[in-house]
C-alpha cells in the first residue's frame, strides 16, 4: 500500500512526520496479528513530483498554520494530484489541505470538510463543493478530507480502518491514546460571523444583533431599521452572512451561552435567559442542534469540574494542632 504524504511549503511538520510514524506503528501491529497489509510511506516535496509517477494508493495534504500556499496551490501539484486520481490514488487531506484538493475541481459537486474556521473562506473560494463542516472524517471513497488541525490524527485511523482492518484501527488508537469512536466538529465550533463583506446595511444589522441578541430581536424591526423592505433585507442579509437572520441570532445567543459555560457557574436556566431565551427547553433545543452536545454535556466535555477547582488545599498541620490533639481523651 503506497501512501505519499505531500510535505508542501508551511504544511504542518508534526503531522508530515506523525502521519508516518503513525502508519509505521500501523505496521507493526499488522506484523504482530500476521496480516500481509503493510503501508509504504513516503514523504514528497514538490520537487520531487515529477521524478514520482508511479501510482500511490493514498495521497495525504497535511494541514498548514502559516503562509498561503493552500489558497494558491502550484499547477504542478494540482496536475501530479488529478494524474494520480485518474489512476485510481485516493486522495486525502487534513484541515487547509482540502483547499488544494478543491483548486484541482475534483471536489466540484463532492462532499468535503474542512476546518470550521476557515468554512467562509473555502465556501468563497469553492462554492460548487458541498461543505459538510459538522463532520471530522468526510469518506467520499476516492476523496477524504479531514476537518480541524489535529484530525491527521482521525484521517490516519481512517486509512488504517480502510486498508487494514477496524481492530488494527482501534488498537492503534488504544496505543496512542486516541478517541476512536464517533465526534463531530460542531463540538469544538465558535460562531465567527462573516464581517469581510462590503454590504454596509447588513454590517450595521449585524452590529445592532450583536449588540442586542438577549432582546426579541423582529426581522421586520431589522429591515426597517436598515431601511431596506424585509424581502430585500432577506435576501441581502443571507448572502452577506450565509445564514438567514434568526439563525444567525440563534447563533450568536448559542455562543454566547457556550462563553457563559465555560466562563462560569451559573445555572443553564440564568444562562438561558441572559442570551435571550424565554423559555430554557428552547434554549437546549438550539443548543443541541447547533452544537451536537447538551449544555449540561458541553460542561462536561470542556469545562474543569467545579469541585476540583474549588478543593481547597490541605492546611498545613501546626505543632499546636498537634498537641492539642494528643491531649484530646481516648
Not at 115 to 139: A, E, M, Q, R
Not at 239 to 262: F, S, V, W
Amino acid at each position: 500500500m503506497k501512501i505519499a504524504i505531500i510535505d508542501y511549503p508551511d504544511a504542518l511538520k508534526s503531522a508530515v512526520y506523525g502521519l508516518e510514524e503513525m502508519l509505521n506503528l500501523a505496521n507493526q501491529l499488522c506484523a504482530e496479528h500476521e496480516l500481509e497489509q503493510r503501508f509504504e510511506v513516503s514523504i514528497l516535496r514538490l520537487d520531487a513530483l515529477a521524478k514520482t509517477q508511479l501510482k500511490q494508493q493514498a495521497i495525504i495534504l497535511p494541514p498548514s498554520i502559516v503562509g498561503d500556499f493552500y489558497l494558491k496551490p502550484s499547477a504542478a501539484l494540482q496536475n501530479w494530484l488529478r494524474q494520480q486520481h485518474q489512476q485510481g490514488g485516493i486522495l486525502c487531506s487534513a484541515c487547509a489541505g482540502s483547499f488544494i484538493i478543491a483548486a484541482t475541481g475534483l471536489l466540484d459537486k463532492r462532499e468535503a470538510t474542512t476546518h470550521w474556521g476557515l468554512v467562509n473562506d473555502f465556501s468563497d473560494l469553492y462554492p460548487d463543493v458541498k461543505l459538510t463542516p459538522n463532520k471530522i472524517i468526510c469518506n467520499d471513497g476516492d476523496i477524504i478530507t479531514a476537518a480541524g488541525m489535529m484530525s491527521w490524527l482521525d484521517l490516519g485511523l481512517e486509512l488504517v480502518a480502510k486498508f487494514s482492518n477496524h481492530a488494527i484501527m482501534r488498537q492503534l488508537g488504544k496505543i496512542l491514546v486516541i478517541d476512536t469512536g464517533q465526534r463531530e466538529q460542531r463540538f469544538y465550533q465558535q460562531f465567527s460571523p462573516r464581517l469581510n463583506h462590503t454590504d454596509e446595511a447588513i454590517l450595521g444589522c449585524q452590529q445592532t444583533i450583536q449588540r442586542d441578541y438577549a432582546s426579541q430581536l423582529k426581522v421586520s424591526e431589522l429591515a426597517s431599521a436598515s431601511n431596506l423592505t424585509e424581502r430585500t433585507f432577506l435576501r441581502r442579509f443571507s448572502k452577506a452572512t450565509g445564514h438567514k437572520p434568526n439563525e444567525y441570532i440563534q447563533r450568536i445567543r448559542i455562543q454566547k451561552a457556550c462563553d457563559l459555560l465555560e466562563s462560569s457557574q451559573k445555572t443553564v436556566e440564568l444562562i438561558a435567559s441572559e442570551v435571550g431565551y424565554e423559555d430554557v427547553s428552547s434554549c437546549r433545543r438550539n443548543f443541541v442542534r447547533i452544537t451536537g452536545l447538551s449544555p449540561s454535556a458541553f460542561k462536561q466535555r470542556f469545562v474543569a469540574s467545579s469541585k476540583a477547582a474549588k478543593k481547597p488545599k490541605p492546611k498545613a498541620k501546626t505543632k499546636a494542632d498537634s498537641n492539642e490533639i494528643e491531649a484530646k481523651p481516648a
